[in-house]
């Protein structure tokens, strides 16, 4: 509550007379209320012309900001083409950019699928040389990340190459060099950084019907709140996706994430995100649909989820519910979840050569993946909701 007392706007919404809400309050948004129902009977121009485009326009005005009428009527969203790989006989379909999601997962399986399949047996699950396999592989593709993702219209995204089966095995070769050994981040590529902390205000759901038809939507304001910033008589808060541009080579975003000038800033660019929204097809069929919240973690809380399902054989809940791990290239340390990582296991990996971060580990979350399986056999759909965060699976 202290962050919106600055903004008298907010500080309405979310309190009541000036105290937090409780659970058991009602809690009523007239205001969006009304914004909402301009949008359905106008479509988005109900948001981006008219009385809500101008309450947003003064907002930003009166705090010093540059939007205008003009650039909210100009905006247009865009259709691309997702992206899709295979994984052991499975399609994959992910986003494309400026969400760096789908093509760093596709990377991502592309290198560990030179690896044998673990055939289903969970012993192997949580090995030391297991993790040193994803932590490899999520370094070199964190690397690319940075080097070459950004909004395809004005940056040429080398989309095809990072995607290529060809170019994930020249990455497996280098890792098997190293001899069970973990590479610097330096030495993948170096980049000198600032460091800056993380805040997360993402959501996800899957969707999948009677019809066949499957879903997999991942929405986000950037920081918990977004911006802080409620647009006074419509509602809304206002994001800050700002920071997820590149503000200068080498320097962190909020999600520890480092940008070059394939993410820089420039007028009508959509900036890099982490979305990774999944639909897995087997046999041309939707067979799971996968996403999650959660920055830079969404990419390989996703990937997790996949491998649990397809290399172990679990089901959606079992995959949803394992403890994961997460390393971005730089900083050059291996996240882990409580559980993820027992004190034999630790002392295996320190010996490869890798840096742990323990601090918070205990209450660190890795993603809060929101899944479904179609069980087409048996005609069962499962759905499974992370116990990490407040969802829930329902079907009806």
Known sequence: LPEFEKYPSS??????????YQEGDLFIQPDLARTLEKIKENGKDGFYKGKVAELLVEQIASLGGYIT?????????????????????????????PSSGGIALVELLNILENYPAPGGAESDWGSALYIHHLVEAMKYVFADRTYHLGDEDFYPVPKDKLISKEYAKTIFTKIENAKNKAVPSGEIKSLDVSYLHESTETVHYSVYDSFGNAVSITTTINSSFGSKIVVEGAGFLLNNEMDDFSGKPGTQNQFGLLGTEANSIQPEKRMLSSMTPTIILKDGKPHIIIGSPGGAKIITAVLQVILNCIDFDMNIREAVEKPRIHHQWLPDSIYYEDKALTDDLKKELIEMGYSLSDYGAALRIIGIAEGIMIDRENKIIYGASDPRGGGLAVGY
Do not use: A, H, N
């Open 11 to 20: 500080l309405k919404v979310f309190s009541k007379d000036g105290e937090p």
């Open 69 to 97: 009428l003009e650039d909210l009527e100009r905006y247009q969203p865009l259709e691309r083409e997702p992206i899709t790989g295979s994984y052991r006989g499975y399609k994959i379909v992910s986003m494309s950019p």
